[in-house]
């Protein structure tokens, strides 16, 4: 019987990922629970002062809302699951890219295997979250452990220069 | 019953700084009695003028934001209700034309077409929730809604206006959002 260990290089830390959120100046959180970053980002977001949290019901909502944030140059970050990303599909379309809009989607891989691109995941919605986000021309970032974090704010920065939507894929289970 | 551009009008008249979100048939409504450069048109995604509202209340705190919604609009994302209860912005009014039609989209019903979201707005936490089925009701009760701290729901029971196609164009062209936005950050 093997044993699958995490050594320290593998691990995604919640607290290293939330640092890059403030770093990029995001003021609010829009949630919908998702088990995948649930306790290890979720929980510290929802428990921090720092950030103004909104619970929504569905994802759509936080379209609708980042998008109305944009007018007083308010940064979000959307904090869903990947089946969240599929059930807003036609909002991202209108909202984000249509209007060309800094939407910042954090994206939680739940159920991806460790060390494994999204597109070879055995799982059907998470290989198609990939080719999704590339037909819709919208950029992403993978996160995997803490040598990824660095670039979630560049990233963020990047959607607000150029006013365009942007995704964060946290691929490893943020602890 | 009231006529929907009636009760548009009234609102107009008494409208003047505040950032007005409207959507679909309700909006080619108003773009025809009011345009201005507060406007915000909710475009691409049919059910999130009041998500829009919502995030435009907390951008603009100063600001009382106006939401012309649809009952098929609202009935596509009724959660709504429960997350501006629970985020309660004060400067947030949110009026929900109700004919029990899908008219933008050939006038079939809806699902509920007396559906009382009155009802579904105080159990949601809005305590401040209203009906107007009468211009006159409307009317006494515009005080309210441009004025009390929010958040403020009202439904207003219309009749079925006039049936598509509209053209939606020039409302969502990105030249209008250019203008709303160089106004709230003059």
């Not at chain 1, 308010?74 to 969240?84: A, F, K």
């Not at chain 1, 999204?118 to 950029?139: A, K, N, W, Y």
């Not at chain 2, 077409?113 to 707005?121: K, N, V, Y």
């Not at chain 2, 009906?131 to 009390?148: I, K, P, Q, S």
């Amino acid at each position: 019987m093997s044993i699958e260990t995490k050594t320290d290089v593998d691990k995604l830390h919640g607290a290293k990922v939330i640092e890059q959120i403030k770093a990029a100046g995001v003021k609010y959180i829009l949630s919908v629970p998702d088990l995948h970053t649930s306790s290890g980002l979720l929980r510290p977001i929802a428990n921090d002062g720092e950030f103004e949290h909104i619970r929504v019901c569905k994802e759509d909502e936080c379209l609708g809302v980042a998008a109305g944030l944009t007018y007083g140059n308010l940064r979000s970050l959307m904090l869903v699951q990947y089946t969240g990303f599929l059930y807003a599909m036609n909002a991202i379309r209108g909202v984000a890219i249509e209007q060309k809009l800094p939407i910042c989607m954090m994206i939680g891989m739940l159920g991806k295997e460790p060390g494994v691109p999204p597109t070879q995941s055995r799982r059907f919605g998470l290989r198609i979250i990939e080719p999704i986000l590339d037909v819709m021309g919208i950029t992403r970032t993978c996160i995997e452990s803490d040598a990824d974090v660095h670039r979630i704010a560049p990233a963020i920065d990047e959607a607000w220069r150029l006013s365009r939507p942007t995704a964060i894929l946290i691929g490893g289970r943020p602890e | 019953m009231m006529n929907r551009k009636q009760a548009l009008e009234m609102l107009a008249g008494r409208i003047t700084d505040q950032i007005v979100v409207s959507t679909y048939s309700t909006a080619s409504e108003w773009i025809e009695i009011m345009d201005r450069d507060l406007n915000y048109f909710s475009a691409g995604a049919m059910g999130l003028a009041s998500s829009h509202g919502l995030g435009l209340a907390l951008a603009c705190p100063e600001r009382r934001v106006i939401v012309l919604d649809g009952d098929g609009s609202l009935l596509m994302n009724l959660g709504t209700l429960v997350t501006i209860g629970k985020v309660a912005p004060r400067n947030l009014t949110h009026l929900v034309f109700r004919n029990g039609t899908y008219e933008a989209n050939g006038g079939h019903p809806t699902p509920g077409p007396e559906a009382d979201f009155e009802g579904h707005a105080r159990a949601a936490g809005i305590t401040r929730a209203f009906t107007a089925r009468t211009v006159a009701e409307f009317e006494e009760r515009l005080d309210y809604v441009l004025n009390e701290d929010g958040p403020v729901f009202g439904c207003v029971a219309v009749e079925q206006g006039p049936l598509g196609p509209r053209s939606y164009k020039d409302m969502y062209k990105a030249e209008r959002r250019a203008a709303l936005r160089a106004v709230l950050s003059a």
